[in-house]
């Protein structure tokens, strides 16, 4: 079944992304007249029109190569290797393709042994990993076996439910394969033997993990009618999330304890606001404990990501009495490149003097310049100041998130746009954006035909008139652009 089916409200399903039949087939004659190759058109829309991509997560004790295969499964090496725990990174998600398959990878390998132990951290990060994903790997290294430690993920893997792919690593040559045939004994189905560090038999696990990998997420938005939206309040530890959610909530429901160590509730919550239930993902749980630095840090980062998959739209609280850190800012970026409704709350507003206000706002402009989109709001967890604004911005950014441009509108807007602002000249030629669909919403994603290449000062350009002419508030905007061929080059 093709994962890009979409329904226009009509009762008739078509798996052309946002757009329907007729306008579909507006849309390829103009295509055909313009001399584009048909198929690279459809797959252009395809592959914008795809939704929110599926979840894979790769866990396993340290050491046996884990950030080796994910470097493997994404074709380039970006998760950071080396022979030790303890390595941390900032990003622990990353797209893969296979078999013109697309979905997300999140690793694991960025913890450190720390004074609880080798199994709780495991286990932590293994939790929060899983959270989030649609299917597991599980990686074993075959040369040492099976280890305690490796029972304690297997129960967490049961306990999940999510479907697992074990990969059973480090197995060079045939004499490795009777080493992964013991790792039958965790009770996970077959090990398929692989050699992350040379390749060997990672494209039958990847073919293993297509298997059991949904084409879409388990979450679907807005599907269940009349279902409360999905709200995950992210932000670096310390800067008033569980205060937040007290206060909207008019009581007690998050524990608020300065302290580290607060155990975790995994039960989302259900709240009234502006007479609307919404569902806040929770994020409070989990605090960073005393001994632990770096591995708090990547814990935080895994956890923020688990919440966002989860979530529509991403309420970032910022700690305004403080300078923007680098933190914060990653976490912004975060949300954006998953895709989600933003909003930006800016906690503590009460407690700044006017010195203060000012230095924030010249921070905001310089920090988060490319995300002015967003809507902002300042509030008070402690005193409640200006909750009330919170529910317009949060409906604000779902409404940018799920709209839809027409494509006769979008394409008048074009025109005019290429007419009275051309693509500089590059090497005495001028490329043009000659016409465009948008292909899905949440967020919205736009695919634009052009006779050459366009720069990314354009595109961005593009973009800022997007906003200007269609709104877009809250909202992240994808574009990708498709060059058309000469006709020599042409598929035969």
Excluded at 106 to 126: F, K, M, P, R
Excluded at 288 to 305: E, P
Excluded at 324 to 335: E, K, L, N, Y
């Amino acid at each position: 079944m093709n994962d890009h089916i979409h329904s226009d409200g009509s009762g008739e399903e078509h798996d052309h992304g946002a757009l329907g039949d007729a306008e579909y087939a507006d849309f390829m004659e103009l295509a055909a007249e313009e001399g584009f190759d048909l198929d690279d058109v459809e797959g252009a829309i395809e592959a914008a029109g795809h939704g929110p991509l599926p979840v894979l997560a790769v866990v396993g004790r340290p050491n046996v190569g884990k950030s080796t295969l994910v470097n493997r499964i994404i074709g380039r090496r970006e998760a950071v290797v080396e022979d030790k725990p303890g390595v941390t990174r900032d990003r622990v998600t990353y797209e893969a393709e296979w078999a013109g398959r697309r979905f997300k990878v999140v690793d694991t390998g960025g913890w450190e042994q720390d004074v609880l132990g080798i199994d709780a951290s495991v286990a932590a990060q293994a939790e929060y990993a899983i959270e989030a994903a649609d299917a597991v790997v599980f990686v074993v290294d075959s040369k040492v076996g099976a280890t305690d430690t490796d029972e304690a993920v297997v129960r967490l893997l049961r306990k999940a439910g999510k479907p697992v792919v074990l990969a059973a690593n480090k197995v060079d040559g045939q004499s490795g394969e009777a080493d992964a045939a013991y790792l039958w004994s965790l009770g996970l189905g077959e090990p398929h033997p692989v050699s992350a560090l040379h390749g060997r038999g990672t494209g039958d696990m990847l073919d293993a993990v297509l298997e059991v990998l949904p084409d879409a997420p388990e979450q679907t938005f807005g599907t269940a009618i009349g279902g409360p939206r999905r709200i995950a309040l992210i932000g670096r530890p310390n800067v008033g999330k569980s205060s937040l959610l007290n206060k909207v909530a008019n009581e007690e429901r998050v524990v608020v304890n300065e302290i580290a160590g607060t155990t975790r509730d995994p039960v989302d919550e259900l709240i009234e606001l502006g007479g609307v239930t919404w569902k806040f993902v929770d994020t409070a749980g989990i605090r960073k404990r005393v001994h632990l630095q770096q591995g708090a840090d990547y814990y935080a980062s895994l956890r923020t990501a688990a919440a966002v998959e989860k979530a529509e739209v991403a309420v970032i609280l910022i700690d305004a009495s403080e300078s923007i850190s680098v933190q914060d800012q990653r976490i912004v970026t975060m949300a954006v490149e998953a895709g989600r409704a933003m909003v930006i709350a800016y906690n503590k507003w009460d407690t700044l003097d006017e010195e203060r206000r000012y230095y924030l706002e010249r921070e905001i402009e310089t920090e988060f310049g490319q995300v002015a989109w967003a809507p902002r709001v300042n509030v008070s967890a402690r005193t409640g100041r200006h909750m009330e604004k919170l529910v317009p911005a949060i409906e604000a950014a779902l409404a940018g998130w799920e709209t839809r441009v027409p494509t006769g509108r979008l394409n008048a807007f074009l025109g005019e746009l290429v007419a009275a602002h051309p693509h500089p000249i590059r090497g005495g030629k001028q490329p043009r954006i000659l016409f465009g669909t948008q292909a899905g919403t949440k967020p919205p994603r736009f695919v634009l035909f052009a006779s050459g290449f366009i720069e990314a000062g354009y595109r961005r350009f593009i973009e800022r008139r997007l906003r200007e002419e269609f709104g877009f508030e809250g909202t992240p905007i994808h574009i990708s652009v498709r060059v058309r061929e000469k006709r020599g080059n042409k598929k035969k």
